[in-house]
């Protein structure tokens, strides 16, 4: 097999699948690797790695939340022949203090940025479609969205923004040894973002503000995994020190315009019916 090939881990997410579309569309060789993808992968079987690398000369590396796994994989994916990799992480990640998805996000950094390969770091903001697709769609659709995050905005960002970022550092040479802060435009508070998918709909969504101690309290009574608990809490404990609050220019500096506003999106996606 010719080492020429675009692995994309978490293929079957909500920016691999996007990241494997715009590579496909360009007439690129693809594998999508997922646990249900075309190319099974598991960071929890290592005997699903080598198969899955075979003939990849560029990996799109979604971050695991368990750090474990990610150093063996990187260096067997350099020693097999990937040349370049692109990790997508989160945007403070390394100030995170090692809480929930951050210390995965910054283990798949520390281990490609000593791999020896080619580089660059995505580092988003919430994506506007963790709105659509699942942490606050059914929240949306009941009418009550409650966090601990208060009036700290949030510049959130279209994963397919991210996807076209992605690509171009997958497939372009100038972004080696780059890492990528990737937001939208100066956004709204978390409650503003809430009144503007109610307004676009027309429908009676409430914000309602809860402290951290409650919020952890609600998640753990819907049954929420504890780890998802201290994931979400940590993430949120992130925003709140305003470490993500600023708009930042990773978007323009790529692709050479500026990120879509999540007002825009909102009108677009409030017009499927997807929150009615």
Same mark, same amino acid.
Not at 225 to 242: N, Q
Not at 251 to 274: K, M, N, Q
């Given at each position: 097999m010719s080492q020429n090939d675009y692995l994309v881990l978490g293929g079957t997410g909500k920016t691999g699948r996007r990241v494997a579309r715009r590579l496909r569309a360009a007439g690129l060789p693809v594998r999508v690797a997922a646990r249900s993808g075309e190319v099974r992968f598991d960071w929890e079987r290592r005997d699903t790695w080598r198969p899955a690398l075979d003939g990849a000369h560029a990996v799109y590396l979604v971050a695991p939340d368990d750090p474990g796994p990610v150093g063996a994989f990187v260096d067997l994916a350099a020693a097999t022949g990937t040349r370049r990799f692109v990790v997508l992480s989160g945007r403070g990640a390394d100030a995170a203090g090692g809480v929930g998805p951050s210390v995965g996000q910054v283990a798949a950094e520390r281990a490609v940025v000593a791999s020896g390969a080619e580089w660059t770091l995505l580092r988003p903001n919430n994506f506007n479609q963790n709105f659509t697709e699942d942490l606050w769609l059914q929240p949306l659709r009941a009418g009550r969205i409650a966090l601990p995050i208060g009036d700290v905005p949030e510049p959130f960002i279209d994963a397919e923004d991210i996807a076209e970022v992605a690509v171009a550092a997958l497939t372009g040479d100038r972004h080696a040894g780059q890492a990528y802060d990737l937001s939208g435009p100066a956004g709204p508070t978390w409650r503003g973002a809430v009144a503007t998918i109610a307004e676009a709909t027309g429908? &009676? /969504? $409430?914000?309602? !503000?809860?402290? +951290? !101690?409650?919020?952890?309290? !609600?998640? *753990?009574? !819907? %049954? $929420? +995994? +504890?780890?998802? #608990?201290?994931?979400? &809490?940590?993430?949120?404990?992130?925003?709140?020190? %305003?470490?993500?609050?600023? *708009?930042? &220019? %990773? #978007?323009?500096? $790529?692709?050479?315009?500026? +990120? #879509?506003?999540? %007002? &825009? =999106? #909102?009108?677009? /996606?409030?017009?499927?019916? $997807? =929150?009615?």
């Open positions: 429908r &009676d /969504i $409430v914000y309602e !503000e809860l402290t +951290p !101690e409650q919020y952890r309290a !609600e998640l *753990a009574a !819907e %049954g $929420v +995994p +504890p780890a998802f #608990v201290e994931a979400l &809490d940590g993430m949120f404990a992130l925003h709140r020190a %305003g470490l993500t609050a600023e *708009a930042a &220019d %990773g #978007v323009r500096r $790529v692709l050479g315009r500026e +990120p #879509v506003a999540f %007002g &825009d =999106w #909102v009108a677009r /996606i409030a017009a499927t019916g $997807v =929150w009615s």
